[in-house]
């Protein structure tokens, strides 16, 4: 057997071979299983998939699209028995819908949208919670599961914290200002210490269309996050997607929203003390004193990394007692100097610039334009924050940025250029306390091909040609500290290779020394992944297989129906391709990597 741990490496596994083609590949000694795929029943009523058929009613009780987060959420402690909570970004309805697509002069054409299919759409976005559990080593979901349910975009939640109630948050529909329907594009997530379930709304923006007049009072606010973007027909048929006929529903999205899924009837709230804008995710960890500390990353540009400190403490002994600690605390962003040192500064009312000669009359104000707030702060522009996690033993952070083709000038903690594969940064929060408000930070690799010399990566020479990765996007970090990363964007028209899943050491002689431990189907992107606390099993999400975006010959975006490039998981004619979420465990049960 061939020697496949590197000298002080945490991880022994014999990697996978880089690549691409219709399956998905894990690491030799270990079994991938699809334990639930887009369409499948997560009520127990609910219909079994039609895709010729589909409909929103069976939808809201089905597995929904686009899987991103997943987190686990043990019942009673146990490692082989828990919820399983799953975001659903976003919709393809070109891979969705059979026949809705033809070919004109070479061009795909996406038939006009119906209200039908936008119905369709907003069920197979939001969430899923799902009793699962594992018997003779494999995991299968249970549909009977009194705990099961399926979060979309019209589920009904209630706005809590400081900006709920604020007039920029009443619509015609809930003058209150305290209750919106629906979730949208939830990235990447999290779940808290008292096992709620964090969903992270992040491009937001996209589901919006309609004029507004450049004198309203929101125009330069929805400017600063791009919207109206119109990438869905969503407001043709529902006017609180059409900012011409219901203005303020913007400022009701970019939240950070927390699921008690011990309650299937529970109402989620939107945690507007986090902040509003767009919201990779949000993981988190007790602090030595008790508060708890939640990481995000704002998915643009130039955007900002941000940390919330909870006012009060966790009680590990009253569930009841943490419900609401997200609605008080202080929501901090990062500034990274250039002599390796950084601060956490406050967004907080009346300090510093953020006053009212401003335009900011309140704290309601200031989270609703985080990102106004943090501009005036000099927070520092990064190359898009995707997934930050802690790690609480040691009081490091783990900053994915994803990658940023339009910075022109370099910095410290953004260091190239055209940054085409992004880069990670650790963060060493002073004396390891995760509420400190200083730090130190480093770049703990570069990404990209190091065979490539220009492209600048800064893999240990450890690593291998399967090895690399670029555009880091979520992350874990498991129980024994180690770092797994699942990337976006990994081209197999530029590279030869897709996305998947990386082991990374932090520690010791093999720092910086990456691993591929499992890679995804043609077209996907790797989401998840998440581990058991027991490190037995590791959950990943494929997302989107088949999309090949435009610039590869044969994956292109055409019905699934015809020239399609995979049908994964089914591998069926009668089946699109689904997006699942999958359970990888070691044949000899062990732990995983
Ligand atoms: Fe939805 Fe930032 O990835
Ligand atoms: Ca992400
Ligand atoms: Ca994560
Ligand atoms: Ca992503």
Request: proline letters at 6%; hydrophobic letters at 35%; aromatic letters at 8%.
């Amino acid at each position: 057997h061939a020697q496949t741990r590197v000298a002080g490496s945490a991880f022994d596994f014999a990697e996978v071979t880089a690549g691409v083609d219709q399956d998905h590949h894990v690491a030799e000694g270990y079994d991938a299983d699809v334990l639930i795929r887009w369409g499948d029943k997560v009520l127990a009523d609910a219909p079994e998939f039609d895709p010729e058929n589909q409909t929103a009613e069976a939808q809201e009780k089905q597995f929904g699209y686009n899987n991103d987060y997943v987190g686990f959420i043990p019942l009673d402690g146990a490692d082989d028995h828990g919820l399983l909570v799953v975001n659903h970004e976003y919709t393809n309805e070109e891979l969705m819908f059979p026949g809705i697509v033809t070919i004109a002069d070479g061009e795909a054409v996406v038939a006009e949208a119906t209200e039908d299919r936008v119905n369709i759409e907003m069920a197979a976005h939001g969430g899923t919670v799902i009793e699962i559990r594992k018997e003779a080593g494999k995991w299968r979901t249970i549909p009977e599961g009194t705990m099961n349910r399926r979060i979309t975009a019209n589920t009904p939640m209630q706005l809590t914290g400081p900006a709920a109630g604020h007039a920029r948050l009443q619509t015609a529909a809930d003058p209150s200002g305290t209750e919106v329907l629906g979730t949208i594009n939830n990235c990447a997530g999290g779940v808290t210490p008292w096992g709620t379930y964090i969903m992270a709304e992040e491009n937001f923006h996209g589901y919006f269309l309609g004029e507004l007049p450049a004198d309203h009072p929101e125009a330069a606010n929805y400017e600063r996050v791009g919207l109206p973007a119109a990438n869905y027909d969503w407001g043709r048929f529902h006017d609180r997607f059409d900012v011409s006929k219901e203005s303020n529903e913007p400022n009701r999205f970019g939240w950070i929203v927390e699921v008690d899924v011990m309650d299937p009837n529970s109402v989620p709230k939107k945690r507007t003390a986090l902040g509003r804008f767009k919201h990779e995710g949000a993981e988190s960890a007790v602090a030595k004193d008790g508060r708890v500390v939640f990481y995000m990353g704002d998915d643009e540009r130039f955007d900002y990394v941000y940390k919330f400190v909870t006012a009060g403490t966790y009680n590990p002994d009253d569930r009841a007692a943490n419900m609401d600690l997200l609605d008080e605390g202080t929501l901090y962003v990062a500034r990274f100097d250039e002599d390796g040192s950084m601060e956490w500064l406050p967004l907080v009312h009346g300090e510093g610039p953020l006053t009212a000669e401003n335009g900011f009359e309140s704290q309601a104000d200031i989270v609703i334009e985080a990102r106004r707030a943090a501009d005036l702060l000099g927070a520092t522009p990064m190359d898009r924050p995707e997934d930050v996690e802690p790690n609480p033993e040691n009081g490091h952070v783990y900053v994915m940025l994803t990658n940023n083709t339009r910075r022109t000038e370099a910095d410290g903690a953004n260091p190239r250029a055209e940054n085409a594969f992004g880069h990670i940064i650790e963060i060493v929060e002073d004396g390891g306390d995760l509420t400190a408000t200083r730090g130190t930070w480093e770049i703990l690799v570069q990404c990209g091909d190091p065979s490539i010399a220009e492209v600048g990566a800064t893999f240990s020479t450890a690593t291998t040609e399967n090895g690399w990765f670029g555009m880091p996007d979520n992350c874990a970090v498991d129980a024994d500290g180690r770092l797994w990363i699942s990337t976006d964007g990994n081209s197999p028209s530029e590279t030869g290779r897709t996305d998947g899943l990386w082991a990374l050491d932090t520690e010791g002689e093999a720092r910086g020394t990456s691993k591929l431990f499992y890679r995804v189907p043609v077209g996907a992107e790797m989401c998840g992944p998440c581990m058991t606390p027991d490190m037995t099993t590791l959950f990943v999400a494929v997302q989107h297989p088949a999309d090949g975006g435009d610039d590869w010959e044969g994956f292109g975006r055409i019905s699934h129906y015809e020239d399609l490039s995979t049908r994964w998981p089914d591998f069926r004619d009668d089946m699109p391709t689904r997006p699942s979420v999958v359970a990888i465990t070691k044949q000899d049960g062990g732990r995983i990597g």
